[in-house]
């Protein structure tokens, strides 16, 4: 068993990442640090884990973990590990965006892979220190690598996304009241969106001829949980030669899967897969992909990347059903 540090214990994606671990083989919690919320249960905060753990939140830190998760707001990582040190021997997962760029990957002599299974699966397995991809950029990556891969994007891509209310956090805002957000639709951060940087990175990494631009819509979805991501680009081949490239690229994924026949939300909530749809209309390729924020967008991917990091089945702790009905 490894003992496990979290950082930052209140939020979604730490509710998540605390719900699976509890359920994972290898792992054992030791402390959820949360300094708003010391001495209460985790149940208190997160109701579904009422029944599965007498944990309290803690202001307390042990230093001598095997691997910390950092569940903080953007831009609080760094300053917290500049304020606090660990072990040589523990291993750093941060979920926030504060190094997911390659100007942003070294720090303090160390440097944080930026964890995507199914484009650094061997970095990752070596890695120390990891930067968990965004949610967004999850989705929109997984469509598009397998062009990239292949030097195939030769225009602007164009996508249109929509994610659900978890995807804005717990603190409370405008567009996250209900009677905001029920029976609502809207656009937001329009071709400015912060996981553009991690797109762009990608693709020009392994496509470095791409000149073109990313327009990338994101929309605020009236449902708690998921995304689903249309995109399109012009491709010369056909639908089969397509579908061929995208299948024998993530033939080795252990949660991407092409599937014939489109594809819907509820077949990934609650789960770490990546579902891709892929369609020809003239000369465009349309790629729809899904998955849901939390899980294959935060904290499944991190515990994915926690299983590599320790030489775990890649699958440990994450054989999760979707909330499909």
């Known amino acids: 068993m490894i003992k496990v540090g979290i950082i930052g214990g209140a939020g979604y994606t730490a509710g998540e990442l605390i719900r699976l671990l509890l359920h994972h083989s290898k792992t054992k919690i030791d402390f959820v640090y949360s300094t708003s919320n010391a001495g209460n249960y985790l149940y208190d905060v997160h109701q579904d884990l009422l029944g599965n753990t007498s944990l309290k939140f803690t202001s307390d830190i042990n230093t001598d973990i095997d691997v910390l998760f950092l569940c903080l707001g953007h831009g609080n990582s760094k300053s917290f590990l500049e304020k606090n040190k660990f072990s040589d021997s523990t291993k750093i997962i941060d979920l926030s965006n504060d190094f997911r760029l390659q100007k942003d990957a070294f720090f303090n002599d160390k ?106 819509i994101p929309n605020r979805g009236n449902f708690s949980r998921g995304i689903f991501a249309t995109t399109y680009t012009k491709f010369d081949g056909s639908l089969e030669e397509a579908k061929t490239l995208y299948k024998n690229f993530y033939k080795n994924a252990k949660f991407t899967f092409i ?27 349309l790629i729809t992909s899904t998955i849901d924020n939390l899980i294959k967008g935060a904290s499944g991917q991190a515990i994915h990347n926690m299983n590599l990091m320790f030489g775990f089945n890649e699958a440990e702790g994450l054989q999760l059903k979707a909330t499909y009905f």
């Open 259 to 285: 599937s014939d026949e489109p594809i819907h939300l509820k077949q990934v909530v609650n789960t770490n897969k990546c579902l891709i749809h892929l369609l020809k209309h003239n000369n465009k390729l």
């Open 111 to 216: 440097e944080f892979v930026y964890g995507l299974p199914e484009l650094h699966l061997g970095a990752i397995k070596s890695a120390s220190h990891i930067a968990n991809p965004g949610c967004f950029a999850t989705a929109l990556q997984l469509a598009i690598l397998p062009l990239a891969a292949n030097n195939l994007i030769k225009n602007d891509i164009h996508i249109n996304a929509v994610t659900g209310a978890t995807g804005a956090g717990t603190s409370l805002s405008t567009t996250t009241h209900f009677t905001w957000r029920d029976n609502n639709f809207s656009h937001y951060k329009t071709f400015t969106h912060q996981h553009l940087g991690e797109i762009h990175q990608t693709v020009n990494q392994l496509q470095n001829s791409f000149d073109g631009e990313i327009n990338f």
